[in-house]
């Protein structure tokens, strides 16, 4: 298996057969938003708490600017493409979408009561009339042999209703008293495994492969079908039970053992999903989407299994590092590994241009895995420390560098993936006009 790490075969920039549009140029203007979004996340992580919210606001950042984003695009993008229906989403939703996230944003920190309230109520808004449209066109579609992918996109969303509704109340201030570390945990996981990790175990499936330009093993779709439908009903128990954490005595300690082994239950199910596309991807071939999908893989399985065991056994002080590893060491890799996936597609009018922009991506990529996988274990055994250490203790400095090394290994891939590629071929760019 030939290195990553060795340099590419020169390609004549701009050479071979013009290409038109990349069929994902539909959410390039998402993309772009999320990065914004991405950019602004490093400012918070550097600056820390000189900034409104501090690094508390950077994980809703994350979970609002980039990854609601990404999510609602692609999961519509996916939906149309599996159920065969033409049509696009139409731009102004995007706009829309942000508006609210940025009253959000602004709202937190500074107990803006009427902008939360307002932001809150768009985003949850254009949610809910995605999950609408996902469903409508599940239902007309005739014979789609992945319809399954898009009901379980349909769950994550309802799963993102109830965490923003949630999220919400704990940052109006309107859950108080014994209630409020239940409602937390439950707002904690309905975005984080509900929205995010639920909606990439259905795209792991189809598209990983697809990225690591390999296939999945025969029989693992309909398995996973099976196993996420178990799953998400795994899930929507554990949260109900989370919420009852609040009752006093025998029933809440019940309520958290029960919580646990319904977790442990959508730890399995994932479990199921994730094995044969581990085997997939891992016997193919070097592409730079490669290592960041076993990363993702490997980090996923860790961090719902660790999860269910902490809240079975009440470890809740130590949510908030695997919280952190799911983002970064799962959902993070996992759009950076779409990203470079289409990076290709989208900037390349040629065949030529896409194969050398492929091979530029291919250099160092394990080499940036490794350090991207290196920063995630900084960062989740930083946010352990702090929560093992007594208050005033500094052990920022371990969490800390391992946000700079995760934002180093994400720049320079964008970096890479956006340098100049030259002057097109006169020939060719003369046959694409």
């Known amino acids: 298996m030939a290195s990553s790490d060795a340099p590419p075969p020169i390609v004549g920039v701009g050479r071979g057969r013009a290409r038109g549009a990349s069929p994902f140029a539909e959410v390039v203007p998402t993309l772009r938003f999320a ?36 999510i609602l695009a692609f999961s519509e993008h996916f939906t149309r493409t599996i159920t065969r229906s033409p049509g696009r989403r139409s731009g102004w939703w995007t706009w829309v979408t942000n508006l609210g996230i940025v009253l959000v944003l602004a709202g937190l920190p500074t107990r803006w009561v009427p902008g939360l309230a307002l932001g809150a109520t768009i985003v949850i808004g254009v949610v809910a009339a995605a999950w609408w449209r996902l469903r409508r066109l599940r239902r007309r579609a005739v014979g789609a042999r992945l319809g399954w992918v898009a009901r379980r996109y349909e769950d994550a969303h309802l799963f993102f209703l109830a965490g923003a509704t949630l999220g919400t109340l704990l940052g109006l201030g309107w859950s108080a008293g014994a209630w409020s570390a239940g409602v937390r945990v439950a707002h904690l996981h309905a975005n984080v495994l509900g929205w995010g990790v639920l909606t990439l175990l259905a795209t792991l499936v189809f598209f990983g492969p697809t990225m690591a330009r390999c296939q999945i093993e025969p029989g693992a779709d309909r398995a996973a079908a099976r196993a996420l439908r178990v799953g998400a009903v795994a899930l929507a128990v554990a949260l109900a039970l989370l919420l009852a954490l609040g009752l006093p005595g025998a029933a809440g300690s019940a309520a958290r053992v ?158 890479v993936g956006l340098w100049s590629m030259g002057r097109p071929d006169p020939d060719v760019a003369a046959a694409a006009r």
């Open 35 to 70: 990065a914004v979004s991405a950019v602004a996340i490093g400012v918070w992580l550097a600056v820390g708490e000189a900034l409104p919210g501090g690094r508390w606001l950077a994980v809703h950042l994350f979970t609002l600017g980039v990854l609601t984003n990404v």
């Open 258 to 415: 029960g919580a646990g082994i319904a977790l442990a239950g959508f730890a399995l199910s994932a479990t199921v999903v994730t094995a044969p596309v581990w085997r997939a991807v891992w016997q193919a071939r070097v592409t730079a989407a490669r290592p960041l999908i076993l990363g993702a893989v490997a980090w996923l399985t860790a961090v719902v299994w660790a999860d269910a065991a902490l809240v079975g056994f009440g470890g809740w002080r130590w949510l908030d590092a695997v919280g952190l590893v799911a983002m970064a060491g799962v959902l993070a890799p996992a759009i950076l590994a779409t990203v470079v996936y289409l990076l290709p597609m989208l900037r390349g009018r040629t065949t030529g241009e896409r194969e050398l922009l492929r091979l530029r991506l291919e250099v160092g990529a394990r080499t940036r895995a490794i350090g991207l996988n290196l920063g995630v274990l900084l960062v989740g055994v930083g946010t352990a420390l702090r929560a093992a250490t007594e208050p005033g203790v500094g052990t920022w400095p371990v969490a800390g560098s391992g946000w700079v090394v995760i934002a180093g290994v994400i720049a320079t891939t964008v970096v």
